[in-house]
């Protein structure tokens, strides 16, 4: 397992503090403001503290509402809105320096079956091993760009991307921890697919870019520990702000999670 993906797993153990109460801490080194992927994984976790483990997380919907500061510890509390049958709903907070940087609902439902569908994988191939340079692999999750090459360049082109993913390393049999982590991983590369249409028609060192609110339907169980593709898309783009859309894919085509994610695409 990579360092980086061990730190991450650590970050999401999270201290518990009093009951629906928790502490999560952040990686060491950063400096800048916290990754809006890592408080969403660790809010999920703390609202599947509160739920009885046959229930899985089956839907998120979440708001950055400040800049979250590394240098402190987050805290991180749960309201038990609602305890179904079926169905488990929780509201979460995150606080800093006494003010809510993110707030969260979450729903979690037992396994159950129904009719099935899905839409179809988009025709793309896990990167071979031998193709991923060494760069690549130093983080807690591997990533391989499809047509690379076109999404570096700075002329425009359309709001559409496909990233291949998985974890860096072997992990634990925890559906609640690959859920968390796919939630982390949905933050990547999600808001960047609004700004395809306009490459090279503004500085990206002069423009405002934050996630706004995010989004995310688990269909399937999936583990992050192996490839899983995520399909982007980007239908619209105004007034300040930039909509995409993910679906994400096991290499074998099996739809598991979706995500929408409106963000912030500010010209200064």
Known sequence: MHPRLAELLTLLELEPIE????????????THRLYGGQIMAQALVAAARTVTAERAPHSLHGYFLKPG????PAVIEVERIRDGRSFATRRVVVIQHGH????LDASFQLVEQG?????PMPDRQPPEEARIIPALKDGPFITWRHDHRRLRSEEPQPP????????????????VLHAALLVYESDNALLATSRLPHRG????EKMQVASLDHAMWFHRIARADQWLLYALDSPSASGGRGLNRGAIYTADGMLVASTVQEGLIRLR
């Open 100 to 103: 809510a940087i993110f707030n």
């Open 201 to 204: 028609r503004f500085d990206r």
């Open 160 to 175: 559409l991307q496909d990233v291949w993913f998985r974890a860096n390393g072997t992990l634990p049999d925890d559906p």
């Open 19 to 30: 009951d629906n109460l928790f502490r999560g801490r952040h990686p060491q080194g950063r």
């Open 69 to 72: 500061d590394p240098r402190v």
């Open 115 to 119: 009719l099935d569908h899905q839409m």
